[in-house]
């Protein structure tokens, strides 16, 4: 497949011997990453499509991602921002190339087209109709490239009366009765802060754009495969839309507690909150046996879990008088010792600096030509066999198009400049030091 300029890495290294006599070298193989050769076009934005294509890069696929001239992604200037670069833009676009690319003109289209014929794969979210209206829907670009997987990420899908409503995350927590479920029941609904379902969505599509490359692998055709937030909501809803269409009840807020089992909650030590979530009577004998109280598991309003479910507001005020009692880390760190699940509350802060971060090495850092040092959150997959690529920053925009031009594509030095002088691409990238 020749050089993989994409992620930099070299095939094989030589070791060196310091024993007197001459040793033959060996060669160490590094093993290739698992989409190693794939060849993905970026034409999504934001959030959802962004991740999906990132989740794609992260496994060996060498992505490019196409940005409007002098714009860019949407989310590169969004607050906060350092280096030009917002931290949306940052966690959704690491290894990637960027190339920028005018797609309502004729000299960008014919670019995109040159990039898909050699593509496996396409990753567009933009709103219903567009892409048939610069000419790139599916329906060409399949003709195009018959072994073309095509994945649209979407709010409410393609077809259907609702297929050209924008979809965005808050709006769609709401739509889909997410909202509904957070929360105390005395007070308004609440949302996920974290974009859930942007990201929900990006994670259905990246697995559906591995099933259908495995399908081509026995049909040795590509196909059209989409994700929709909307879906994705309605799935990430999970039991509780069950729970309705089994019984007809509407779910009611918990806060932090549950309807199925107790004591599941948040509760107030000496120094702070921590959470625990005991889901069996067995567990329950063992937090007794923690608080030193056994004979708290045998009352009979506490002995099984729907006896404690119907006296969670008695067991609950006597717990929380007893955890006031120690300090948090004392609760969590004996809890644990009887496999009882909890957990401290921390700060977003507090969990990128604890323990368990630096134990799963999930904070590296990369170097950004413009930024300098960044921090990067590593994937959440791990393959052993096929590791995941090393961490490349998110790209500055157009700051490939040159070599994408030249080196993918095999455009000479005239086409480029017509290109150029034609405004496809605006401006030149900057050149950026070795």
Known sequence: MGRDHHNGRERSRHSLTTSPAPMPTTPVTTPPAALDGLKVVDLSRLIAGPYSAMLLADLG??????????????????????????????????????????????????????????????????AAGTMERVGLGYDTLAALNPRLVYCAITGFGRDG?????????????????????????????VRSASPVVDVGAGAFAFSAILAALLARQHTG???????????????????????????????????????????????????????????????????????????????PEFKTNAERCRHEHMLNEHLSARFRQSNRQHWVERLLAVSVPAGLVRSVGEAMRSEEVKDRGLVTTVRHPVAGELPNIAPPIRLKGTPIVPA??????????????????????????????????????????E
């Not at 990637?96 to 567009?124: N, Q």
């Not at 500055?396 to 030249?406: A, C, K, S, V």
């Open 61 to 126: 696929a060498d992505v490019i991602k196409v940005e409007q001239p002098g714009k860019g992604d949407d989310s590169r200037f969004l607050n906060p921002s350092r280096g030009g670069m917002s931290s949306v833009f940052v966690s959704m676009n690491r290894n990637k190339r960027s190339i920028a690319l005018d797609l309502k003109s004729p000299e960008g289209r014919e670019v995109v087209l040159d990039l898909i014929r050699r593509a496996d794969v396409v990753v567009e979210n933009f």
């Open 221 to 299: 055709v590509g196909q059209y495969v989409e994700s929709a937030l909307f879906d994705t909501a309605i799935a990430l809803t999970a039991n509780y839309s069950m729970n309705y269409l089994l019984t007809g009840n509407e779910p009611t807020r918990q806060g932090n507690g549950s309807v199925i089992s107790h004591p599941v909650g948040l509760y107030a030590a000496r120094d702070g909150d921590f959470y625990i979530t005991c889901s069996s009577d067995r567990m329950f004998r063992n937090l007794c046996e923690v608080l030193e109280e056994p004979e708290l598991a045998q009352r």
């Open 161 to 189: 009366h609702y297929a050209s409503r924008p979809g965005f995350d808050p709006v769609i927590q709401a739509d889909s009765g997410m909202f509904s479920l957070n929360g105390y029941p005395d007070r308004p609904p």
């Open 392 to 433: 490349r920053a998110a790209p500055l925009l157009g700051e490939h198009t040159d070599q994408i031009l030249r080196e993918d594509l095999g455009y000479d030095s005239a086409r480029i400049a017509h290109i150029q002088a034609r405004g496809a691409c605006g401006e030149p990238a900057p050149a950026l030091a």
